[in-house]
């Protein structure tokens, strides 16, 4: 898996860390970044299983060739 | 005014001054690197916008620096005198560590740490430390985030563009008005630290009323003291930083700017100090993020989180040490 989901992930994690520390009128914000960092995961997540199927499709192909 | 209060308004300015010498390479080291400015140029724009962001920022950050941290009863010249001393000796002793630490949460940790070694921990304000301390985690993910969404858009509104040269150029440009906004964030919500410090000991003194707000020759004297730091050492630092950053292009560097310099200019419009250092480096690794996962500077990355979790504490000790001599010698 590419790090950078592991990356938004943890950066999801840290900021529903503080989510109980944050004063009321700044959840908001809080929740927004916990929600952007987790849709990058998912977003990257994909990226990444697409190109790795890519790349098996074209090992296949070069194996057996037409 | 006492000698003890003009000593504490010097402590705090030579504190700006650091900081301005220190942050300068933030705001135009990818201007550097890129070419845009000669160093000399570099600093003398960052300066500027240093300067002038006391025309567009108002002084709440100063206010929560000064009123927020720690209850104003048991802020004395002595106590306001060792939390600088702490935030100071942690900055000296992390730049030689070569620890990305934050100025701003070394002045938050030395005088939380300098109030609670004379009166106990009874004297901090939770709901002011709350909100700094939830955006220290903050800042730079908000930062990250907007670094990573401006470079896709960056990308996607340019990737059918076949002359790259003159692409560049265009954002060579645009880093100039970047590099600007990021400086006169990083003045309007730096220099309003040393505000809130003198602010502080002012009230202490009784030279103004603890509603009082910040008189206007504090304002001037601490864009000054960061402008001049900036002006004065900056450009060595941006030597060696330019080149660290270098493996951003023109179009990044605008992206990681404008998402950091959008960040400090919420953080200082609701009162919030947060650390400029971490909040660009959030928004540089952002800007890596979106290219490729080799170009996440993940040793960095890891050392701010280092940095997060021991600058309170370490400066707080050392402001505590400072506090008990002082009091000790008085």
Redesign the interface.
């Known amino acids: 898996m590419?790090?950078?989901v592991w990356?938004?992930l943890a950066?999801a994690a840290?900021?529903l860390?503080?989510l109980p520390?944050?004063?009321g009128e700044?959840r908001w914000?809080?929740l927004i970044?916990v929600g952007?960092?987790v849709l990058?995961a998912g977003l990257f997540a994909l990226n990444s299983l697409s190109e790795r199927d890519a790349g098996r499709l074209r090992q296949q192909q070069r194996a057996n060739p037409p | 005014m006492s000698f003890a209060v003009l000593a504490v308004i010097v402590l705090a300015l030579a504190f700006d001054f650091t900081n301005g010498f220190h942050d300068a390479a933030n705001s135009i080291a990818t201007v550097v690197s890129t070419r845009v400015l000669s160093p000399k140029w570099a600093v003398i724009w960052a300066a500027f916008f240093n300067f002038v962001a006391f025309l567009v920022f108002h002084t709440e950050v100063a206010n929560t620096i000064a009123k927020d941290v720690v209850v104003q009863e048991v802020l004395s010249e002595g106590v306001i005198f060792a939390g600088l001393i702490g935030a100071i000796g942690w900055n000296l002793a992390t730049f030689y560590l070569g620890l990305p630490t934050s100025s701003s949460h070394a002045l938050v940790g030395g005088i939380a740490g300098a109030a609670v070694a004379v009166e106990g921990t009874d004297v901090l304000i939770g709901?002011g430390l709350?909100?700094i301390?939830?955006?220290i985690?903050?800042s730079p993910?908000?930062g990250?985030?907007l670094g990573?969404?401006l470079t896709i858009v960056l990308q996607w509104l340019f990737h059918r563009v076949k002359r790259v040269d003159r692409l560049n150029k265009q954002f060579r440009k645009g880093q100039l008005v970047s590099a600007a906004a990021f400086s006169l964030g990083h003045g309007g919500n730096d220099a309003q630290k040393t505000m809130g410090i003198i602010l502080a000991v002012l009230i202490a003194s009784g030279e103004v009323t603890p509603d009082a707000d910040v008189p206007l020759w504090v304002v001037l004297s601490a864009h000054t003291a960061i402008g001049l730091g900036t002006l004065m050492g900056g450009w060595r630092i941006v030597k060696t930083m330019g080149f660290k950053i270098t493996k951003l292009q023109p179009a990044g560097g605008v992206a990681a700017e404008t998402g950091a310099a959008a960040t400090l200019f919420f953080a200082s419009s609701?009162g919030i100090p947060v650390s400029t250092t971490h909040t660009i480096t959030g928004a540089i690794i952002g800007v890596g993020?979106a290219r490729r996962?080799s170009a996440?500077r993940?040793g960095v990355?890891s050392r701010v989180v280092w940095a997060w979790i021991i600058t309170i504490p370490g400066a707080a000790i050392i402001a505590a040490v400072s506090s008990i001599v002082i009091r000790a010698l008085a």
């Open positions: 590419d790090r950078r990356l938004f950066a840290l900021a860390a503080v520390l944050t004063p700044y914000l809080n970044v952007l960092y990058f | 709901e709350r909100k301390g939830a955006f985690v903050l993910l908000i990250l985030a990573l969404i609701q993020a996962a996440v993940w990355a």
